[in-house]
């Protein structure tokens, strides 16, 4: 499927060049940088750069709204343009939009990426004879609703695994399957080694849909692990954790559903989740391209292991063998918010879309690499837009269908019709992303 933008992309194209276009005056500054997999890593930087303005301008059809509201909508986009050297290294120009860091979003499920890459972090660590991906994991209760597993209907031999949790997670971004590697995890685990990696403002210290106390959240369930023959090969204890949690004072909105009843206040943020746009797209780099970031935020995984994650970030739901999805419920672009926003539509057998999305509390987020293996070309692209209209959470009136899902599939094809009609003195070779899914 090919998306033709108007011809009004020339006349844009013309004055950008010239810099007859200016920046917007509502204060959505991009920043830029610059990095390559050798030698100076990337680092975000506050350069001004309207380069996205500039694209979005080109297209009021799509994203007039966006332009006009300015704020409203909380927009932030991070596009990465990627060049390659003569021996195929990446080089990055990145182009940021509305980024701030002082502005809170809900990053819904896409904190369950930095979870499934310290799940498989955390089995390397412990360098325990036999122990892996794929041994099976049994979790034990911990209390009434921190209940436990020990099989795994939709895994094909029924064992619950590390391996199986992180395919779940990335073909239909599963709950539980969430839950159960935080478990594994534990809350001090996870926060205390991103914050050594770098992310100090992420934050993540509470399950997904599932309503618990703060204390039952920093319960984390005692996790065995066995071989296949059922000889036991490690057990990680119950946990307490003792995190002490950022101060923050988010407050939302005019007001939210509690129970049946509407309560006119801001609603609380403050100890929900917390994932930078910024950090979200690193940690998508960083599965794509380890080498071109800095060490410290690199994860500590082997060559099999990013290939696991990149063979499933891709793969679609009907390619899957286990779990085995009914494909009218999990459509082949159920989340590939970026260029297919909610289409039920044929995908492009050429494209492939390495990504991670959330939704929730009218916030909707990716971040995703994409590659056309067809057309050689590749780029990545992140962002996030409100989609609550009316201020009011939990009423489930959410603007995804009208606003959301078609900013993100406009987006994403903006930026492939850009890729497509760029020059590149480097035809990049994609074969590393290439997979046999079935």
Same mark, same amino acid.
């Given at each position: ?32 940088? @610059? ?109 009434? @609703? ?53 992310? #100090? ?29 059922? @000889? ?57 391209? /380890? ?5 410290? @935020? ?24 286990? /779990? #085995? ?58 962002? #996030? ?17 009208? #606003? ?35």
């Amino acid at each position: 499927m090919e998306y033709r933008l108007p011809n009004l992309l020339k006349w844009t194209f013309g004055l950008f060049f010239a810099g007859l276009i200016s920046i917007p005056s509502s204060g959505q500054v991009a920043h830029s940088e @610059k990095g390559s997999g050798k030698g100076k890593k990337s680092t975000i930087q506050n350069v001004p750069d309207s380069f996205i303005y500039k694209l979005l301008a080109s297209y009021p059809q799509y994203f007039s709204p966006v332009l006009n509201k300015g704020n409203g909508l909380q927009v932030q986009i991070i596009y990465s343009r990627i060049d390659r050297d003569k021996k195929n290294r990446p080089v990055f120009t990145d182009h940021f939009w509305g980024i701030d860091t002082g502005q809170y979003f809900y990053p819904a499920s896409t904190v369950k990426l930095p979870i499934a890459l310290l799940a498989l972090q955390r089995l390397n660590e412990l360098k325990i004879a036999g122990l892996d991906l794929n041994s099976t994991m049994r979790t034990l209760p911990a209390g009434e @609703k921190l209940t436990g597993v020990s099989n795994d209907p939709s895994a094909v031999d029924g064992r619950p695994s590390i391996a199986h949790y992180i395919r779940k997670i990335l073909l239909v971004s599963d709950n539980d399957a969430f839950n159960r590697l935080y478990e594994f995890l534990g809350q001090e685990y996870i926060n205390n080694t991103l914050r050594k990696m770098g992310y #100090v403002h992420t934050e993540i210290i509470h399950r997904l849909n599932i309503s618990l106390t703060e204390a039952e959240n920093r319960t984390a369930n005692a996790v065995q692990f066995f071989d296949s023959s059922g @000889k036991l090969l490690y057990t990680k204890p119950e946990e307490k954790s003792r995190l002490a949690y950022q101060a923050r004072n988010t407050r939302l909105g005019k007001g939210f559903i509690r129970g049946d009843q509407l309560v006119n206040e801001p609603f609380d943020f403050s100890q929900k989740n917390r994932l930078l746009l910024t950090d979200l797209h690193s940690m998508v780099r960083s599965i794509l391209f /380890p080498e071109s970031m800095p060490k410290e @935020k690199r994860f500590t995984l082997t060559p099999a292991d990013y290939a696991f994650l990149r063979r499933y970030m891709s793969m679609l739901p009907a390619e899957s063998t286990s /779990p #085995v999805y009914d494909t009218t419920a999990y459509w082949d672009n159920y989340v590939k918010f970026v260029y297919y926003g909610s289409e039920k539509t044929k995908p492009d057998p050429a494209i492939r879309i390495f990504n991670k999305v959330g939704d929730a509390y009218g916030f909707l987020i990716d971040a995703a690499y994409v590659a056309d293996f067809s057309r050689q070309i590749e780029f990545m692209l992140s962002a #996030v837009i409100y989609c609550n209209s009316d201020g009011i959470f939990n009423d489930d009136a959410y603007d995804y269908d009208t #606003v959301g899902f078609p900013f993100l599939k406009h987006l994403g094809r903006m930026i492939y019709e850009y890729e497509l009609k760029r020059p590149r003195k480097k035809i990049p070779d994609l074969s590393a992303f290439q997979f046999q899914y079935r």
